[in-house]
């Protein structure tokens, strides 16, 4: 199969729940801060700004939503308006938006759930000046959870589109 | 698949002198409906070898049809160390006293013979106490590789004959193998008799695959797979195990596919910029027609018996619902009101009711309502319960059951629409998304 990338870093999903701000902020950031602690070191200088490494850990390659919403809050905005200039400026990539929803839904209800997130960010990403033609999107619903705890520190993380590079010219 | 050839009245003349004692005593009857709380005692001796090759099959077959019966929660079995009669010879008399005195209420004899590959089958039912045969004899025959089968037709004629309801023992169910942990779980379409024997892989687990579907005759599953990066409807032939791509469209997500009665039709979802609708499919000519066009969630969706009409889910009115509209689209009313959020509706094979998915307050549930949305029961309570399946007669549910946490897993259960007996179905590995097949023929 292609076109699966799950090498998004642990450490992205930190960095980024640390500066979200939805409302389940406060047990997300519990929950990570508990699980891994190498991340915090890693300075963002240290990355070339045009590699997939700099867009998927300083700019952030994904958004979360709450619960049963693919409505996008002022942090994913943001988050999206620092991947479309990554993207204006990279115009060699093309995207797959990955749409993913949590464990608590019905498989095909939550892959049109998913398709609504990966939606949303997409139609954020267009009005941000990225072509459309470079923004693919796929749903997963809860077949693909980054977070395997049956609580919401976990769903939490599990609500997300991710911004996947897929790779453009060369890959 | 393979043929059984059902035939031969074995115990006809035994009816003729029958009717006295049939107008007193009634014949041997469970009304399922009534909600069996004591299961009807039965004995099921070994059936008698009448070749050297059949002796390895009449024990067998007799437990087969024993793990049918009594697995229903309807039946049980007076055990062989109970028994008083052996029976040696399947024409000889039954002894019903013998019977009678350990009080089995119906007794099943019957005979195997073995030429070659070729299996022979001859069973009679009795009613013990009315000390008359139940319904005639009948004799199937087939390989010998196809034996559990004809238990299973065994156990059928006579579930049917002592509830009045066709059985489901002579039935398939395709559903996803499941492995590996949940943030890397690898699924791959299996298909296996309803019992769980006999599991065969229709695909490897290279790609995610999805809720797959029989045919209305059971020859061709239709699923979901992400094989091109995009998840899309495919059928596959059964018996040949060939594959075929039915949606196609580079950025289109196409999943949920039924088949219409007329097994040439399908319904399914499709999503285009986030919005996901419902279509049907003339899988021979590839026509599309469009059913609905709202922006809200229609998925889900599964066709009465007749045909006429799709029960689907929608959150159009804010949360996820369950609708009724016409086979060809049009006007849909809701049918669910309770509390919480129902999806995966399906369709009685009977008509009568529809079964579905109800969240409510961190729980799931399966549960069943009349078409109309009438008489809500909820069947089971878990942490996730999603997807029923109808066993061929109407009477059965199986479901995905997936237990909590970072070691959550899924299993398959099945439990009768009373509620009553609720118990794991037997798979080899992690199970999802079971569908039963029709009764086979």
Redesign the interface.
């Known amino acids: ?4 990338k799950l090498a998004i870093a642990a450490v992205a999903v930190l960095g980024l729940a640390a500066c979200s701000n939805n409302r389940w902020d406060d047990t997300a950031n519990g929950s990570a801060g508990a699980g891994a602690g190498s991340g915090a070191g890693l300075g963002a200088g240290a990355l070339d700004p045009a590699s997939p490494a700099y867009f998927q850990q300083t700019i952030g390659d994904r958004v979360l939503f709450a619960v049963d919403q ?1 409505t996008l809050s002022p942090e994913a905005q943001g988050i999206l308006q620092g991947q479309a200039r990554w993207l204006s400026q990279n115009a060699d990539y093309a995207v ?1 938006i990955e749409g993913h929803a949590d ?7 939550n ?3 998913g ?2 997130r ?3 960010a ?2 954020y990403l267009i009005s941000q000046g990225v072509a459309g033609s470079r923004l ?5 619903g809860k ?8 609580a919401e520190a976990c769903y939490a993380k599990n609500r997300r589109a991710v911004t996947v590079l897929a790779g453009g010219l060369t890959g | 698949m393979r043929k059984i050839l059902a035939a031969l009245l074995i115990g006809a003349a035994a009816a003729a002198g029958a009717g006295a004692a049939m107008a007193q005593d009634g014949p041997l009857r469970i009304e399922i409906d009534q909600g069996v709380i004591e299961p009807l005692p039965y004995a099921v001796p070994d059936f008698v070898p009448e070749t050297p090759a059949a002796a390895e099959f009449a024990s067998q077959i007799a437990r087969v049809i024993a793990a049918d019966l009594s697995g229903t929660g309807l039946f049980r079995e007076v055990p062989a160390s109970a028994h008083i009669s052996k029976v040696t010879a399947f024409d000889s008399p039954v002894k019903y006293a013998d019977w009678k005195a350990v009080n089995a209420q119906a007794l099943i004899t019957g005979a195997v013979s073995v030429n070659g590959s070729q299996l022979t089958v001859r069973f009679r039912g009795h009613d013990v106490f009315a000390e008359k045969e139940l319904g005639t004899g009948l004799q199937f025959n087939g390989t010998t590789d196809g034996w559990r089968r004809m238990a299973h037709k065994v156990a059928d004629a006579i579930y049917s004959r002592i509830t009045g309801e066709s059985g489901y023992f002579d039935s398939r169910v395709v559903y996803v193998s499941e492995s590996g942990p949940k943030n890397d779980r690898r699924k791959r379409l299996a298909v296996m008799d309803y019992d769980g024997a006999n599991v065969q892989y229709l695909t490897n687990s290279a790609s995610i695959v999805l809720a797959p579907r029989f045919s209305p005759t059971g020859d061709r599953v239709l699923y979901t797979s992400y094989e091109s990066g995009f998840p899309q409807i495919h059928v596959l032939d059964v018996g040949q195990v060939q594959r075929k791509v039915l949606s196609s469209g580079d950025g289109t997500m196409s999943f949920a596919p039924r088949f219409a009665p007329d097994g040439r039709t399908i319904v399914y979802s499709q999503t285009q910029g986030g919005n996901t609708d419902l279509f049907s499919m003339d899988i021979n000519t590839g026509a599309k027609t469009r059913l609905t066009s709202a922006p809200s969630i229609e998925t889900a969706p599964s066709f009465s018996p007749d045909g006429s009409q799709i029960v689907f889910e929608s959150d159009r009115s804010g949360s996820q619902q369950l609708y009724v509209m016409p086979a060809g689209g049009g006007e849909a009313r809701r049918i669910s009101f309770g509390q919480g959020r129902y999806g995966t509706p399906v369709w009685s094979p009977r008509g009568d009711m529809i079964a579905f998915t109800k969240q409510n307050k961190g729980r799931f549930h399966i549960g069943v309502m009349r078409t109309d949305g009438s008489e809500e029961r909820l069947l089971t309570a878990s942490f996730l319960d999603e997807g029923p399946t109808w066993a061929p007669n109407g009477r059965v549910i199986m479901f995905t059951r997936e237990s909590q946490g970072s070691a959550g897993r899924a299993l398959l259960y099945s439990v009768d629409i009373t509620g009553r007996n609720l118990k794991p179905v037997k798979t080899p590995d992690g199970a999802s998304d079971p569908a039963w097949s029709p009764l086979q023929n």
């Open positions: 199969m292609s076109g699966f693919s797959t464990e608590q839904g019905t498989r095909e209800y892959l049109a759930l398709a609504r990966a939606n949303a997409r139609e693919k999107v796929v749903s997963y077949e693909r959870p980054l977070e395997i705890c049956s």
